[in-house]
């Protein structure tokens, strides 16, 4: 496994495996890897010849008074757990690499970053669309895998590359889950053990919106009602966003007639977590 830390070794590369015919799969993540991020490179590494990850904890991304300084890192562990999984190249570059003197340049989706964290995290899309563009031009992947569990990520990083013509396919995969269902997250690190169990209300809602959905129920309002009242029955818990809206557009809607997706961010204490259900999936909790 090789650590690539320049923008232009990394170019050439990967351009010497797409000369030879080979398909390149690639997960971006910030690092501090937990199973959620190994099984987008399990899934990279079944689509690929060449499994190339990047981990940058990418600052535009980050609000000024988020946790940008004190997100985990432990760049030694990630190393292990990647060569674990098949991992052929890590990327690894410094921010003077990513944005150096005079970087100007920016990559904005409109309408689906609105919503949601778009209302919470004002920059917050800006920066990692353009971090995935950067990524993109930089690694060249003809796969790139992405974890449903940052559901508008996802969905405006499709836009993206739609609009923008990148020749690459997005992959979405299904979000890991600790056996009492609390979604894996970096963050998670941050929960004291009282607030663990508070975090717990995230998934449990989530099963909650479920069982209302398969007992027919389609008014958005009375699920969002009965989800909100379990959230906040939780001590530690402040719900930043709950709502439901159409996969594609992201907006709000009255009635689950469509494709429809429950979105929660709630902060418990400090820590701001975020899940979601695509209703008619299966969920295992
Ligand atoms: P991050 O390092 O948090 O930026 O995440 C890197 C990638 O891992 C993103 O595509 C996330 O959506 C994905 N991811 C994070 N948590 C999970 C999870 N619990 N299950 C599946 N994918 C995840």
Request: aromatic content about 8%.
């Given at each position: 496994m090789n650590i690539v830390c320049s923008i232009k070794e990394m170019q050439a590369f990967s351009e010497s495996i797409r000369n030879r015919g080979q398909k390149i799969a690639f997960v971006p993540t910030m690092g501090y890897f937990h199973d959620g991020h190994l099984s987008l490179m399990r899934e990279g590494r079944r689509h690929s010849d060449c499994l190339v990850i990047s981990i940058y904890v990418n600052p535009?991304?980050?609000?000024?008074?988020?946790d940008f300084e004190k997100y985990p890192r432990d760049f030694e562990r990630d190393k292990g757990l990647a060569e674990g999984v098949g991992v052929d190249v890590i990327f690894y570059p410094e921010d003077k690499e990513m944005y150096p003197e005079n970087y100007q340049t920016y990559v904005n989706v409109e309408k689906?970053?609105?919503?949601l964290c778009g209302i919470s995290r004002p920059g917050h899309f800006q920066g990692v669309t353009t971090v995935c563009a950067k990524l993109f031009n930089i690694v060249k992947p003809h796969y790139a895998i992405f974890g449903n569990k940052d559901f508008q990520q996802l969905v405006a990083i499709k836009r993206m590359v739609q609009d923008l013509d990148m020749d690459l396919e997005v992959i979405g995969m299904t979000i890991v889950r600790e056996s009492d269902g609390l979604a894996m997250s970096?963050?998670?690190?941050?929960?004291k053990q009282n607030e663990r169990e508070s975090a717990l209300s995230l998934s449990r809602s989530l099963k909650l919106a479920k069982q209302m959905y398969d007992k027919e129920e389609r008014d958005a309002l009375t699920i969002l009602e009965e989800v909100k009242k379990f959230i906040e029955g939780h001590p530690f818990s402040r719900i930043d966003y709950a709502k439901i809206c159409d996969?594609?557009?992201l907006q709000d809607i009255?009635?689950?007639?469509?494709?429809s997706v429950l979105l929660l961010a709630v902060k418990i204490n400090k820590t701001r977590l975020i899940d979601n259900y695509v209703f008619g999936d299966a969920l295992n909790i």
């Open positions: 535009t991304q980050f609000g000024p008074n988020e689906v970053t609105q919503n970096s963050r998670n690190v941050y929960l996969t594609k557009t009255d009635c689950l007639d469509g494709e």
